[in-house]
């Protein structure tokens, strides 16, 4: 029975997604042939989104795969770690309810008004999806309490055996984790017991929580839910934001640009991709290293972020930079820095988050990015080239013929970057539509071209991956924009233009200080959150300066990438230390060099305006 749910949740997730992949292919062609696009088709769209993402967010709970910081892998097994996962849950749990709550309010108040999205889809049936998915989420934090402490665990292929001594255990401790429902309940139901109280005391639990490692949607959500409660006012105002959020009419690019990233994973891209590479840079000093940072940066910009790259290539390069003759500590430092290496280079989704957030047109942080890429990505190279004359590593002689059959084989892969910007330049395709036109493409040459891509073996997992990968992003997504919601009525960010304009006196002076201010950010906040909850704050107190949105797009997405190298805490810095099984302090100091050649290229970024907005100019777009 539970296996059955289990797959039913997979096909209901991915059958989502699918559609999402072709209503938008119909609307081009209906455009193209018929003059019309198809009635109800963007709503609907969007609205599987919101599906996809909060269907996904309780699948990654199933899978205990929600996002966390790091920080709470570091204590030590035994009852201190026990207690922590205790606590760590019972919090998440308690978020979780109070946010179903607020669903449920909304979708009832939304059913009184009866608002249709199109096909006779009522907008109340849609967005039930939220209670739903949050209670779900609660009950599983709950009953995944002990199951898996370590990564290892998360990926067992044998599930652990369980004596009766932990067996007891376990029960008690998810006893104890369900105090975090009964408290949730008890909030929702009197609010009174938080209204007026002081605040200092909730942040300290809140976090506390964060460290010990509650996911960090209810970090987010659960401080959203208790400012607003501590006002008096309901829950479902936060769900409101989630929902405004989550079928906005760019947000359906994200689940299928990244889907087309888990496809590319799935079949032997990358191996092609590594043969080209290699191929045409293998004869330089440092060849190999070049290669490394080149194709990480391309797997980067359509898997959404640096943990499916460093995942899916680590397997490959990592080995292939070792017996090329590189030092172990430099291949380790390497894998970990280039994982997030095309995060500004289009269409990578922080780019078209930060768009939609900053409200300027997609394609202006496109065009923005890409001399910035460029930047970093030669940087590290160019660190790869020095470290293979220090090492006398092995190169590769060029042949013409070798570098030509390998760009043959690969010219499929080679060709989406340039298939994603002319559908959107030409007008051809929308940003949503060019993302499913590439998710379509992916498909078609793994499994249909290269044939690398099994249809009933390989595609249903490709599926079930991106939807928890999408889940684990759009539920931290959601929350955060109704804690944005609260910041923003709070006036804070007039306050902080105020303060800026008393202290700060030249525009040099604000970058610099912005750019310690989002390092900091960086450090404490994963990516994703910090688009939704800083970027309306810091744009009017840009503006008010001079700096142009399109330049601070790319400074923030920039010393964003730079903090998933923070030591102990940056996400690269654990996912590396999962995939290599290497301790974290180990990747902590092979990172520190790369770290500092981004930062340099950060500084270059922000003080050379030219590098954003130079093509933008030349476009006549500035």
């Not at 919090?91 to 709550?101: P, Q």
């Not at 280039?338 to 078209?352: E, Q, V, W, Y």
């Not at 042949?399 to 002319?422: G, H, I, Q, T």
């Not at 990172?591 to 003080?607: D, K, N, Q, R, S």
Request: with cysteine.
């Amino acid at each position: 029975m539970k296996r059955a749910l289990v797959r039913l949740e997979d096909l209901v997730a991915s059958c989502a997604l699918l559609v999402m992949v072709f209503l938008p292919l119909s609307e081009i062609v209906a455009r193209r042939f018929f003059g019309r696009g198809i009635p109800g088709s963007g709503p609907i769209v969007q609205h599987l989104t919101l599906w996809v993402g909060f269907l996904g967010a309780a699948i990654a709970a199933r899978e205990g795969k929600l996002l966390a910081l790091a920080t709470g892998t570091f204590i030590p097994q035994g009852k201190w770690r026990r207690a922590a996962d205790i606590l760590a849950a019972a919090y998440g749990a308690c978020a979780a309810v109070v946010l179903a709550w607020g669903g449920w309010q909304m979708a009832m108040i939304e059913r009184e008004t009866g608002t249709e999205i199109g096909a006779g889809i009522h907008a109340w049936v849609t967005q039930l999806v939220l209670p739903v998915s949050f209670a779900l989420i609660a009950a599983r934090l709950v009953w995944r309490v002990g199951h898996a402490t370590l990564p290892e665990e998360l990926t067992a292929k044998t599930p652990r055996k369980w004596s009766s001594k932990d067996l007891a255990e376990r029960w008690l401790d998810r006893a104890l984790a369900s105090i975090g429902i009964i408290a949730g309940v008890l909030f929702v139901r009197m609010p009174s017991l938080l209204q007026g109280h002081l605040i200092w005391p909730a942040a300290v639990v809140i976090v506390a929580a964060a460290f010990l490692g509650t996911p960090l949607f209810a970090i987010l959500g659960g401080t959203a839910a208790f400012l607003f409660i501590h006002d008096g006012v309901t829950p479902a105002t936060i769900l409101i934001e989630t929902y405004s959020l989550s079928v906005s009419s760019t947000l359906p690019a994200i689940p299928l640009f990244t889907l087309a990233g888990f496809l590319l994973a799935e079949g032997h891209a990358s191996e092609r991709l590594l043969r080209v590479f290699r191929a045409f840079f293998g004869w330089i000093p440092g060849g190999t290293a070049v290669v490394c940072a080149v194709l990480c940066s391309f797997f980067t910009v359509f898997s959404g972020g640096s943990g499916v790259t460093i995942l899916a290539l680590g397997g490959v390069l990592f080995p292939a930079l070792v017996k090329d003759g590189y030092r172990d500590r430099f291949a380790l430092g390497l894998m970990t820095a280039s994982g997030s290496l095309g995060l500004l280079l289009p269409p990578a989704l922080p780019l078209i988050l930060y768009a939609v957030f900053a409200q300027i047109p997609i394609e202006d942080v496109f065009i923005g990015g890409i001399l910035p890429g460029i930047l970093l990505t030669t940087m590290i190279a160019a660190w790869g080239v020095r470290e293979g004359i220090v090492s006398h590593t092995k190169r590769y002689p060029f042949a013409a013929r070798e570098a030509f059959a390998s760009l043959w084989a690969a010219k499929w892969e080679l060709s989406m970057p340039a298939l994603v910007l002319v559908s959107m330049f030409s007008g051809l395709a929308t940003t949503v539509e060019a993302a499913a036109l590439t998710a379509l493409y992916a498909l078609v040459v793994q499994a249909f071209i290269h044939r690398d891509l099994s249809l009933t073996r390989d595609l249903p997992r490709a599926f079930a991956e991106c939807v928890t990968i999408i889940g684990g992003v759009l539920i931290i997504l959601g929350v955060a924009q109704g804690l944005t919601s609260y910041l923003v009525g709070a006036q804070v960010h007039s306050r902080l233009l105020e303060w800026a304009q008393a202290h700060i006196t030249s525009r040099l002076a604000l970058l610099l200080v912005l750019n310690l201010f989002l390092l900091a950010v960086g450090w404490l906040m994963e990516i994703w959150a910090a688009l939704v909850v800083v970027v309306p704050i810091i744009v009017p107190l840009a503006a008010a300066y001079g700096i142009h949105p399109v330049h601070l797009g790319i400074i923030f997405i920039a010393n964003l990438e730079l903090g998933f190298l923070t030591p102990l805490v940056g996400l690269n810095i654990f996912l590396a230390s999962y995939r290599f099984k290497r301790p974290v302090l180990e990747v902590c100091v092979a990172a520190l060099p790369m770290m500092a050649i981004l930062g340099i290229g950060v500084l270059i970024i922000t003080y050379v305006p030219w590098l954003t907005t130079g093509l933008l100019t030349l476009l006549g777009r500035g």
